[in-house]
C-alpha cells in the first residue's frame, strides 16, 4: 500500500511493506495457486493446469498499478487479477486457463490474501512487544525500591516505587501479546465459500479442497465461510486497537515526567534526535510524540470496523470494501507506536536523584495520609486527620510537615507520651514509603516474567497455524 509522507511518519517501513500492494497481490496469487494444487489433488482439475496455473503466480510478472486500476472500474482488485492470470496462463496453456479460479469468488481471494498478510503483520507487533517488554521487565527489576512521586488527578498524591510504575506499564502489554495472539489463532482462516459460501460448484469436494488449502497456507479451516460474519476478524482488530490504546497509556506517562519541570525521565537525544529549529536547548520527546499521535488515530479506525459489521445477506454492498481499506491502518498505528516507544526505552535516561528532589518539594504533605494513620492509634482518626490538615496548611519551604507534627507532638505531653518520634520519622522516609510498592512489584513481575517465559515457547507468526 502507499501511504502519505505523514503516515509514514507514524508508522515503519516494516509494517508498509507488509501491506504493500505487491504483498497483497503476492498474497491473492498464493491462494489462487494453492486453489489449483488443491483441486487437481482432488481431481477437480487436471495436474498439469494446476503446474501451469502456479508457475505463473508471481506478482513480479504483472503491472501491479494496472490492476489497481481495473480494479477500481470493475468493483474488486481479484476481478482484473483472475483475468490477468487467466490471460497469462492461456499464453502457455490454453487448456489450463480455463481452471484458472474454479469454484472460487472474488471475496475469498481478498480475504485470504488480507489474512496472509495479517499474519506477517502479527509478527512484527509480536517481535516489537518482545522486545519492549523485556526492556519494561528490566526497568522495573532494577528500580523497585525508588522513590517516585505517584499523581492522580495530575497532582502530585502519595509516594509509589518506580519499579511499580514500571510494571503497570508493562503489564498490559503482555495482557495485549496473550490476546492478539488467542483472537489471531481465531481469526487467520482459510477464506472459501464460493458464489454464496456454500462450495456448490466444488460439489462433494469442496470442503477436502479447503481443507488442502488450509494446510498448504498455513491457516485455520473455518466451518464455514466467513463472507459476512466478521466477528472474529474484528475481535482482531479490535485487540490490536486496545494494544495501541496501552502504548498511548505508557507515551502519556513518559511525556509528563520528561517535562523540564518534572524532568524525572528523559528520552535518548543526540545525533539530530529531538531537537528543535529554533530553540537550540530543546530536548523534544519525539518517540513519546509519535506513539501518541499513532494511538490517538486508533479509535477511529476501530469505530469504522465496527460500523462495517453489518453487512447484508451473503456479501456486503460498500462495508466489506470499507473494512478492507480501514484495516491496515490499526497496524500501522500500533506498530508505530511500539516500534517509537522502544526506542525511547532502550536509551531512556532515569533520575532517581529528581525524582527524590520532586517528593522533598512538597515539603513532606505527600506524607500526610500514612502520618495521620500513625497518629490515628494514640488519638483517633478524626482528631489524628483534623491535627494533619490543619499543619499541612501550614508546611512551607521553612518548616515542612515533619517538623510542625514533631514541634505539635513535643507541644502536647499527651501527644509526646504515645507517639514514638523515631517511628514518625520513618513515615517520613521516601524508601519506606515505597516498600508496599516494592513488594506488590515484586510479586507482579513474578507473574509476568512467567508469562512471558510462555511466549517465548511458542512463535505462532513465525510457525503455521493449521487446522
Known amino acids: 500500500m502507499s501511504v502519505s509522507i505523514f503516515d ?11 501491506f504493500d500492494d505487491a504483498a497483497v497481490v503476492q498474497a491473492m496469487f498464493r491462494f489462487e495457486a494453492s486453489l489449483a494444487r488443491a483441486q487437481a489433488a482432488e481431481g477437480l482439475v487436471p495436474q498439469e493446469a494446476a503446474s501451469a496455473i502456479a508457475g505463473v503466480c508471481k506478482a513480479e510478472l504483472y503491472d501491479i498499478p494496472a490492476l489497481i486500476l481495473a480494479g477500481r472500474r470493475a468493483g ?33 481471494v481478498i480475504d485470504s490474501a488480507l489474512v496472509l498478510v495479517t499474519r506477517d503483520a502479527l509478527r512484527l507487533l509480536d517481535d516489537g512487544l518482545h522486545a519492549l517488554c ?18 492522580t488527578l495530575m497532582q502530585p498524591a502519595q509516594v509509589t516505587s518506580f519499579g511499580f510504575k514500571a510494571a503497570g506499564w508493562l503489564a498490559p502489554l503482555v495482557r495485549a501479546r496473550a490476546r492478539i495472539r488467542e483472537a489471531a489463532a481465531r481469526a487467520l482462516q482459510l477464506q472459501l465459500g464460493g458464489a454464496v459460501g456454500t462450495l456448490s460448484a466444488m460439489g462433494e469436494r469442496g470442503t477436502l479442497v479447503a481443507e488442502r488449502m488450509a494446510q498448504d497456507l498455513g491457516l485455520k479451516l473455518a466451518d464455514s465461510a466467513w463472507h459476512t460474519q466478521r466477528d472474529e ?26 517535562q523540564g519541570e518534572v524532568a524525572e525521565l528523559a528520552e535518548p537525544s543526540g545525533g539530530g534526535r529531538g531537537g528543535s529549529s529554533a530553540m537550540p536547548h530543546k530536548r523534544n520527546p519525539v518517540s513519546s510524540m509519535i506513539a501518541l499521535a499513532a494511538a490517538r488515530r486508533t479509535p477511529q479506525h476501530a469505530a469504522a470496523l465496527l460500523a462495517c459489521m453489518n453487512q447484508e445477506h451473503e456479501r456486503g454492498l460498500g462495508n466489506w470494501q470499507a473494512e478492507l481499506a480501514e484495516w491496515p491502518n490499526l497496524f500501522l498505528s500500533a506498530h508505530g507506536a511500539l516500534h517509537a516507544l522502544d526506542e525511547a526505552f532502550a536509551g531512556l535516561q532515569v533520575d532517581g536523584g529528581r525524582m527524590r528532589s520532586n517528593i522533598e518539594s512538597l515539603h513532606g504533605l505527600v506524607f500526610a495520609e500514612a502520618a495521620s494513620s500513625y497518629l490515628a492509634g494514640a488519638i483517633g482518626r478524626p482528631a489524628a486527620h483534623a491535627l494533619l490538615e490543619d499543619l499541612s496548611r501550614q508546611a512551607n519551604g521553612e518548616r515542612g510537615l515533619e517538623d510542625l507534627l514533631r514541634a505539635a507532638v513535643r507541644a ?10 523515631d517511628g514518625l520519622a520513618r513515615v517520613f522516609d521516601p524508601v519506606a514509603a515505597a516498600e508496599p510498592a516494592r513488594r506488590l512489584a ?12 510462555a511466549f517465548e515457547a511458542t512463535h505462532p507468526f513465525h510457525e503455521q497455524i493449521t487446522a
Open 76 to 108: 474488486s482488485l481479484a476481478i482484473p487479477l483472475v483475468k490477468e492470470l487467466t490471460r497469462t496462463v492461456a499464453l502457455y496453456d490454453e487448456a489450463a486457463a480455463r481452471h484458472v479460479h474454479r469454484g472460487s469468488t472474488s471475496q475469498d
Open 134 to 151: 523485556g526492556r519494561l521487565l528490566r526497568l522495573a527489576e532494577g528500580h523497585l525500591s525508588t522513590p517516585v512521586l505517584a499523581r
Open 233 to 258: 476478524w474484528v475481535r482482531l482488530g479490535m485487540e490490536v486497537a486496545v494494544l495501541a490504546g496501552s502504548l498511548g497509556k505508557l507515551a502519556t506517562d513518559l511525556s509528563l515526567m520528561a
Open 412 to 421: 502536647d505531653p499527651a501527644l509526646s507520651a504515645q507517639v514514638d518520634l
Open 442 to 453: 515484586e510479586r507482579q513481575l513474578q507473574s509476568l516474567r512467567a508469562d512471558m517465559a
Open 8 to 18: 509514514s511518519f507514524l508508522t515503519t517501513s516494516d509494517m508498509i511493506a507488509a
